[in-house]
């Protein structure tokens, strides 16, 4: 199976502030990477896809890029309602696998 | 667009339960369809996924041989039948369907999930 490692593990940032989370796979998956939110009491939300598109009505301030095995998000001008967990997922191929997440935290 | 789960609930350790989840406003037939469990204050874990035909299934092997999933294409329902159940099974189980109409495009619609939990 493809082992996908995130890191960090949790980060403190500001309201305004610019983040980037990294995402490793343990092979090579070409694009085939997926970043999703998870705020507290919620379903994972699906922001983006093939590592770098945007899911339609999620904001422009989110952005991805990566191939092969490394992977980033990165958040723009942080909004409050950003702070939540952040999840890479490999669709590569079957199982399809998850990172461990990075929590985004108000500093 | 709505995908309602059901079924969970207490269970002892050995036991078995069926998770359903009926889908609404968007297409079923074609597409690939998982279920995704999170245990409390973990992270996220594929369960196991089938294709929009049901020709095909994939499973985490942590459940393969104890979980079956299937699905209704008439109904619009994904099922989970979930047998020899560990207390390590504990979890939200969500339904999620691919946003593509073939995989590798991410899950893009989610259930709110049910809660399955495992204990004497």
């Known amino acids: 199976d493809i082992q996908m490692t995130q890191s960090p593990s949790s980060v403190s940032a500001s309201v305004g502030d610019r983040v980037t989370f990294t995402c490793r796979a343990s092979?090579?998956?070409?694009?085939?990477l997926t970043w999703y939110q998870q705020r507290p009491g919620e379903a994972p939300k699906l922001l983006i896809y093939t590592a770098a598109t945007l899911q339609s009505g999620v904001p422009s301030r989110f952005s991805g890029f990566g191939s092969g095995t490394h992977f980033t998000l990165t958040i723009n001008s942080l909004q409050p309602e950003d702070f939540a967990t952040y999840y890479c997922q490999q669709a590569d191929s079957f199982p399809y696998t998850f990172g461990q997440g990075t929590k985004l935290e108000i500093k | 667009v709505q995908l309602v789960e059901s079924g969970g609930g207490l269970v002892q350790p050995g036991g078995s339960l069926r998770l359903s989840c009926v889908v609404s406003g968007i297409s079923f037939n074609s597409h690939y369809m998982s279920w995704v469990r999170q245990a409390p204050g973990k992270g996220l874990e594929w369960v196991a996924n089938?294709?929009?035909?049901?020709?095909?299934?994939y499973y985490v092997d942590s459940v393969r041989g104890r979980f079956t999933i299937s699905r209704d294409n008439a109904q619009k329902s994904l099922y989970l039948q979930m047998s020899s159940l560990r207390v390590d099974d504990t979890a939200m189980y969500y339904c999620?369907?691919?946003?593509?109409?073939?995989?590798?495009?991410?899950?893009?619609?989610w259930g709110q999930g049910t809660l399955v939990t495992v204990s004497s």
């Open positions: 092979q090579n998956i070409n694009s085939w």
């Open positions: 089938i294709k929009g035909d049901g020709s095909e299934k």
């Open positions: 999620a369907r691919d946003l593509g109409y073939s995989h590798g495009y991410g899950l893009g619609y």
